[in-house]
């Protein structure tokens, strides 16, 4: 069975430090990887996702993903964090068996501190 | 990118009433629709998963009576919370995938629907 575990339910960086949100998955085939933002009250908005193209995947917002199958990883990244990125962070994985169903990770709360 | 959207976005009912909760997939066929419910701080449970036409696969310890799914088009699908009690309380989100390369296994979610029941 699939399953995702994100490492730290709570994240905190100072404003203009590194942001890494850890996720790994466990897959018997390859898997497709989401990584998702939800602000208070909203849905779920699209960061990025891998679909076995580059390992190295460029989202919305300045951020990043690196695909490792050795590791079975697909971490997070962005250089340098805004207030704004403040929120929760989903990462989920899809097999390709045609459910399209997602495996969801626990969450990850971004606190960005000025 | 494919849109959905959720209807009401919040919705305050008394206990023992009936909810009615749509999810339309605005510029794209939704072969696939899925509800989710989170409560505060929490991940995202999935309830079931619908296909077009088809019934809904409910997720296991979901009540099907409780919680009725409907697939009826391409581009409609509803969540309806029966005799809904203050348990039932929750926000819940509804999510969209299509058939196709394009899509390539994602899913569009909608916005959330916040329901409050008295």
């Known amino acids: 069975a699939q399953s995702v575990t994100q490492l730290g339910s709570h994240v905190s960086v100072s404003e203009g430090a590194l942001v890494l949100l850890r996720c790994n998955y466990s897959?018997?085939?390859?898997?497709?990887l989401f990584w998702y933002v939800q602000y208070p009250n909203q849905g779920l908005q699209l960061l990025l996702k891998y679909t076995s193209a580059a390992t190295l995947v460029k989202g919305i917002n300045g951020f990043e993903a690196e695909f490792k199958k050795s590791e079975t990883s697909f971490h997070l990244t962005k250089p340098s964090a805004h207030m704004s990125d403040a929120a929760e962070y989903f990462c989920a994985v899809s097999d390709n068996s045609g459910t399209y169903k997602y495996i969801f990770g626990t969450g990850t709360r971004l606190k960005v501190l000025a | 990118g494919a849109v959905v959207s959720q209807h009401p976005s919040w919705v305050i009912c008394k206990s023992g009433t009936s909810v009615k909760i749509e999810c339309r997939s605005l510029?794209?066929?939704?072969?696939?629709m899925f509800w989710y419910r989170q409560f505060p701080k929490q991940s995202l449970m999935l309830m079931a998963t619908?296909?077009?036409?088809?019934?809904?696969?409910?997720e296991q310890g979901v009540e099907k009576d409780k919680f009725l799914i409907n697939h009826a088009s391409l581009t409609l699908s509803t969540l309806t919370v029966t005799s809904a009690h203050p348990e039932d309380s929750s926000f819940y989100i509804c999510?969209?995938?299509?058939?196709?390369?394009?899509?390539?296994?994602?899913?569009?979610f909608g916005p959330g629907t916040r329901l409050t029941v008295l």
């Open positions: 510029d794209f066929q939704a072969t696939t």
């Open positions: 897959s018997s085939v390859p898997p497709y």
């Open positions: 619908s296909n077009e036409g088809s019934k809904a696969t409910y």
């Open positions: 999510s969209a995938s299509s058939t196709g390369t394009s899509f390539m296994n994602e899913q569009f």
